[in-house]
């Protein structure tokens, strides 16, 4: 599974490097997306986990054990419908339903119940009008 974290360091926690012992000793592939951190003063770092549940759950409990404070993200899905033209693209690529266009006006809809943040429409739209947000 993946999982979006952002991790809150106290000014003690900036010292370490934790994303190497999470890759080392609890085996998580990390990317880190973004962040802002001053040694001795702490920071937030935003990060990525692929892992199993398990591996994840133990590294989160690793990281609160030295008192960073981890909160999960869930990713959603928006899109700029004010330069949307219509063309169906998206709606043609989304494997959910979340996106359809229908008569009797042909104008594009969004369920954003439905999205399964498969991502896929952040690629077909021609006008680039999708974008992933994170939040807590
Ligand atoms: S992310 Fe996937 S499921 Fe969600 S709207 Fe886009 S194509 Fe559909
Ligand atoms: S692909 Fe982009 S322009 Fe086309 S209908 Fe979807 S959001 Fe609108």
Redo the contacts with the bound molecule.
């Keep these: 599974m993946e999982k979006k974290l952002l991790l809150s360091f106290p000014p003690e926690a900036t010292f370490q490097s934790f994303a190497y012992e999470l890759v080392k000793d609890y085996d998580l592939r990390i990317n880190i997306l973004k962040a802002e951190i001053e040694i001795g003063k702490g920071g937030k770092l935003l990060m990525a986990i692929e892992a199993p549940e398990e591996n994840i759950e133990r590294g989160i409990e690793y990281m609160k054990s030295h008192g960073i404070q981890v909160s999960s993200l869930a990713n959603k899905v928006f ?1 700029d419908n004010s330069r ?8 043609s690529s989304c494997p959910s339903g979340a ?1 359809s ?1 229908t008569a009797p006006d042909w104008k ?1 809809k969004f369920d954003a119940e439905k999205c399964i943040v498969c991502k896929l ?1 952040l690629k ?4 680039k ?2 974008s992933i947000e994170f939040t807590e």
């Design positions: 899109y949307c033209v219509n063309c169906g693209s998206c709606a996106l266009i594009l429409c077909s739209c021609p006008m009008l999708f």
